[in-house]
């Protein structure tokens, strides 16, 4: 299972919701429970989410997860028009060895295309494909259902454009990964001008830095942008959130404005 699954798909007591990035992991239990672990890299941080999920006894144990990659394993990158006459599965040859080699991630890598039909700026995510055979390892050893693998960016990006549909940027910045989107034009949904993602970008700061420049290269007024970051260790996070309302969104009350940490 790759880039699927229904967003607003109904919750449960019984579904989790889980961030995996590269070094951590973090499960929001359907009953209000939160759980975060640090890992060495990724099959460590499933193996502890494993432990911690086989511990929970009686009703407590969901049987369904709905997976959010972070943007350390979970890569943005936009692809330019190809202008030569390329059958259909020609150009999508030539888009997945693009995509992957500008990830910098590790092949063999799956490859999805969110808006593959949009010549201003199409955008590509890719992930390794180790990263999906782990995961697909969990629902194997506990017996349960991922039902969504999607990456946790792209829904914050799709909640703040109901809300804001002229927004322009977003930067992201969690578990050292910060990921960038701009557009050339109002409505980051379409039309990528930038997706990339840096990492490792060690503090809040440093990453509102690199997004400055962003903006600024890009001329994008910041009243029309977005920059957040997510701190799953230590309690939920009280900010303002850039006025942006994200109640919606998987780990949101562990959202707070990049702005904030300045």
């Known amino acids: 299972m790759w880039w699927a699954g229904s967003r607003s798909a109904a919750r449960s007591h019984r579904t989790a919701e889980v961030f995996l990035a590269a070094k951590a992991v973090a499960l929001e239990g359907g009953d209000g429970s939160s759980w975060t672990a640090s890992a060495a890299n990724v099959d460590e ?6 432990r911690r999920l086989s511990s929970d006894e009686g009703g407590s144990r969901p049987s369904r997860l709905r997976v959010w990659l972070g943007g350390s394993l979970c890569r943005p990158v936009r692809l330019e028009a190809i202008g030569a006459r390329l059958s259909v599965s020609e150009r999508r040859r030539v888009d997945d060895a693009t995509a992957v080699a500008r990830s910098g991630l590790t092949p063999p890598c799956r490859v999805g295309l969110e808006n593959p039909s949009d010549p201003g700026g199409r955008l590509a995510v890719v992930v390794e494909e180790r990263v999906l055979a782990a995961v697909d390892g969990i629902e194997t050893a506990l017996d349960l259902k991922v039902t969504l693998l999607r990456p946790w960016w792209s829904e ?4 703040a454009l109901v809300e804001r549909p002229d927004l322009q940027a977003l930067a992201v910045w969690e578990c050292g990964a910060l990921t960038l989107l701009a557009s050339a034009a109002p409505g980051a949904g379409t039309g990528f001008s930038t ?3 840096a990492f490792p970008i060690g503090d809040a700061a440093s990453a509102h830095a690199a997004f400055l420049r962003l903006s600024l290269s890009e001329g994008i007024d910041p009243r029309q942008a977005l920059a957040v970051g997510l701190a799953l260790d230590g309690p939920p996070v009280a900010a303002r959130q850039s006025g942006f309302d994200l109640s919606g969104l998987p780990f949101g009350e562990r959202v707070f404005g990049l702005e904030d940490s300045v």
């Open 45 to 50: 941080a499933l193996a502890s989410l494993a």
């Open 156 to 159: 914050l990006l799709r909640l």
């Open 195 to 197: 997706a990339r993602c």
